[in-house]
């Protein structure tokens, strides 16, 4: 399948390059822009010329030279100086011991000397030595600037190194953006099928090398369309032979019960009875085992819902009557409160009559003899809630996750011999079905399970 394409493909080489090309020309303009910036200074005269102290002091050495003594106004601009003795001892001048020091081994066996950063000239008087430094790189005039600022050199310098690290930041951003823009059509894709959302076209990026990745996710897509729609054709049709099947049973069973029926109205003898009621008692298993196995194909399907206005006072009654009921086969007094209920409200009362006894039921189960039970129904903010709590042992951590899942049996202690691990799974269902939710937790009171359906009555 050919990708939609929404612009010209380029190769991610083409892209690179491009950005590179701009890096090397705002490189070249910024390097003139910091030559451009160097001459105007330059030629401002804000900045003396780079010679300019050596000048000034190839003017003033002779007169340093014939003088007794050495005073700072004999010092050019931009110099430092110290007078010593004939042996080396600092006598005077601006220059720190340690730097008097350094200048005078500089010219020790000569006339002038240098090191990385100055120069150093010597001059002779009676009976002394005066040994001034300079520096060969321009200087501010202004004696604040030379104070606070970096020396002109080593300021247009850092100015050009921090503009090309802006630039280099603002095209890896800009890069950034870009490619995370091409590379949005490939997480689209990704995130869908993730979702396992396949109706999507897929859209081209631009880049080539994408495009071959969007191109293969494509292939992937409809392979994986194809592979799930006959997996589920097949899963369907399981589940129909499995629901026709179920019901098909039921009838030779139903017979099978009514011919038992008959025969227990016959004289038998002893024996005969004993084979009889093996027959009815087989019959009958083999019936709940049917009814679980229709009640597991409804659940999967999804229960055609048929949702209607009731009497909220009549379904109450009913609930309540049955849960009594329930209660009273193990001696667990049910405790019953009803809060805000509508006096009418839409739904499909014999699943929600299913779903909410199938939670008392196991309630019931899980309790102790001569336990309690809570059973709370109450409206708040358009949504009823039906909450069922016992006096059991609780949902473990497995069963917090897991105890909704189809055929989850769990904890032996809070498992059903009746659902076969389909209990809350089918009330969730139901719940489901009413747009509504099944939350189960424990309870911080009993300590037991407790079990809570709300759904929707607008």
Not at 223 to 245: I, P
Not at 319 to 346: R, S, Y
Not at 383 to 407: E, N, P, Y
Request: charged residues 20%.
């Amino acid at each position: 399948m050919e990708l939609k394409r929404k612009q010209k493909v380029v190769k991610l080489r083409t892209i690179f390059i491009r950005y590179l090309l701009m890096f090397c020309i705002g490189t070249i303009c910024w390097t003139l822009a910091m030559l451009f910036f160097y001459s105007t200074i330059v030629s401002s005269g804000r900045v003396y010329p780079a010679n300019y102290a050596e000048q000034q002091l190839a003017k003033a050495k002779n007169a340093i030279a014939a003088s007794n003594g050495v005073t700072p106004e004999q010092i050019p601009k931009l110099c430092d100086y110290a007078v010593y003795s004939m042996n080396g001892t600092k006598l005077s001048g601006n220059l720190s011991q340690q730097d008097a020091e350094k200048a005078w081994r500089e010219v020790l066996t000569s006339e002038t000397g240098q090191d990385f950063f100055c120069q150093y000239v010597k001059i002779y008087q009676k009976n002394q030595v005066c040994v001034i430094r300079y520096s060969i790189i321009p200087q501010y005039k202004s004696p604040a600037l030379r104070k606070y600022l970096p020396e002109i050199d080593t300021l247009i310098f850092i100015l050009f190194i921090l503009g090309l690290i802006a630039g280099i930041l603002i095209l890896a951003s800009t890069f950034g953006k870009k490619l995370t823009r091409k590379m949005g059509s490939l997480q689209h894709a990704t995130e869908k099928i993730q979702s396992q959302d396949l109706e999507f076209t897929v859209q081209s990026s631009g880049v080539l090398e994408i495009d071959h990745l969007l191109r293969s996710l494509d292939q992937m897509k409809n392979a994986l369309k194809s592979s799930l729609k006959k997996q589920w054709d097949l899963e369907q049709a399981r589940r129909e032979q499995m629901s026709a099947l179920a019901h098909d049973i039921k009838t030779p069973l139903t017979i099978a019960r009514g011919n038992v029926d008959l025969l227990l109205e016959t004289e038998q003898t002893k024996e005969q009875k004993e084979y009889t009621a093996y027959i009815e008692e087989s019959a009958h298993q083999m019936e709940q085992y049917i009814k679980s196995l229709i009640e597991i194909s409804n659940a999967e399907f999804g229960y055609f819902l048929n949702k209607e206005p009731i009497d909220s006072k009549s379904f109450m009654d009913s609930i309540l009557n049955q849960i009594a009921a329930l209660g009273a086969v193990k001696k667990v007094t049910v405790h019953c409160e009803t809060h805000n209920l509508p006096k009418t409200f839409d739904i499909d009362s014999k699943l929600l009559h299913r779903a909410i006894l199938n939670i008392v039921s196991n309630a019931v189960e899980f309790s102790p003899e001569n336990g309690e039970i809570d059973f709370i129904a109450d409206a708040t903010q358009n949504r009823i809630r039906f909450c069922v709590t016992d006096c059991g042992k609780g949902f473990s951590t497995d069963d917090l996750m897991q105890a909704t899942h189809q055929f989850y049996m769990g904890d032996k202690s809070r498992s059903s011999n009746t659902h076969y691990g389909m209990g809350l799974f089918i009330a969730k269902s139901i719940a489901e079905q009413h747009n509504g939710t099944l939350t189960i937790a424990n309870s911080t009171i009993s300590g037991g399970g407790q079990v809570t359906i709300e759904i929707p009555i607008s």
